[in-house]
T-cell receptor, first 114, second 110 residues
Framework: ETGVTQTPRHLVMGMTNKKSLKCEQH?????MYWYKQSAKKPLELMFV???????ENNSVPSRFSPECPNSSHLFLHLHTLQPEDSALYLC?????????????FGNGTRLTVT | QKEVEQNSGPLSVPEGAIASLNCTYS??????FFWYRQYSGKSPELIMF????GDKEDGRFTAQLNKASQYVSLLIRDSQPSDSATYLC??????????FGGGTRLMVKP
């Protein structure tokens, strides 16, 4: 496997469920990100991890809980979500956070909250 | 609130024409500028980036940056139907935070 891999690709969950999204990068990068993409809205940055430390938390509700056990893996734990949380959740990685360090995205998890 | 603005489109061009995609940004301290392409149902993929005023060419793609006008554009020469996608402009500030525009949907008609 190469690049950035996300699982599952699709997820339907009820508002009382607990689920986790998984992201794995095989690029040797040291920064990982969670983005949310809703219909007709720009990509929204949720969390940034650099060298396994959370460096950004963009005012995300506590029902979203990230975890970065090492530089290759990133999780997003979900609990008691709301229907408005339905969106495409994209994981990305980069080599550092320099000016010339573009993001490499995974294929995303399409989340539907019922 | 840092803003990156793009016309949502759709921008429709005939095959073989030049497609011109525009982006304006509010933060004068912005350092780098990225163009991503996103096909329907897929994740964004990087096309090119630019950080100096002027033009940068890569194959059929040319990025143009004018920091004084806070304007960045992407030209696609000899547009092909396979170029039909949403193009996302992203702007990185001095703190290495990346802000995305809402994207412009491009349709290239055969």
């Amino acid at each position: 496997e190469t690049g950035v891999t996300q699982t599952p690709r699709h997820l339907v969950m009820g508002m009382t469920n607990k689920k986790s999204l998984k992201c794995e990068q095989h690029l040797g990068h040291n920064a990982m990100y969670w983005y949310k993409q809703s219909a007709k809205k720009p990509l929204e940055l949720m969390f940034v991890y650099s060298l396994e430390e959370r460096v950004e938390n963009n005012s995300v509700p506590s029902r979203f809980s990230p975890e970065c056990p090492n530089s290759s893996h990133l999780f997003l734990h979900l609990h008691t979500l709301q229907p408005e949380d339905s969106a495409l959740y994209l994981c990305a990685s980069s080599q550092g956070r320099s000016l010339n360090s573009p993001l490499h995205f995974g294929n995303g998890t399409r989340l539907t909250v019922t | 609130q840092k803003e990156v603005e793009q016309n949502s489109g759709p921008l429709s061009v005939p095959e073989g024409a030049i497609a011109s995609l525009n982006c304006t940004y509010s933060d004068r301290g912005s350092q780098s500028f990225f163009w991503y392409r996103q096909y329907s149902g897929k994740s964004p993929e990087l096309i090119m980036f630019i950080y100096s005023n002027g033009d940068k060419e890569d194959g059929r793609f040319t990025a143009q940056l004018n920091k004084a006008s806070q304007y960045v554009s992407l030209l696609i020469r000899d547009s092909q139907p396979s170029d039909s996608a949403t193009y996302l402009c992203a702007v990185m500030d001095a703190g290495n935070m990346l802000t995305f525009g809402g994207g412009t949907r491009l349709m290239v008609k055969p």
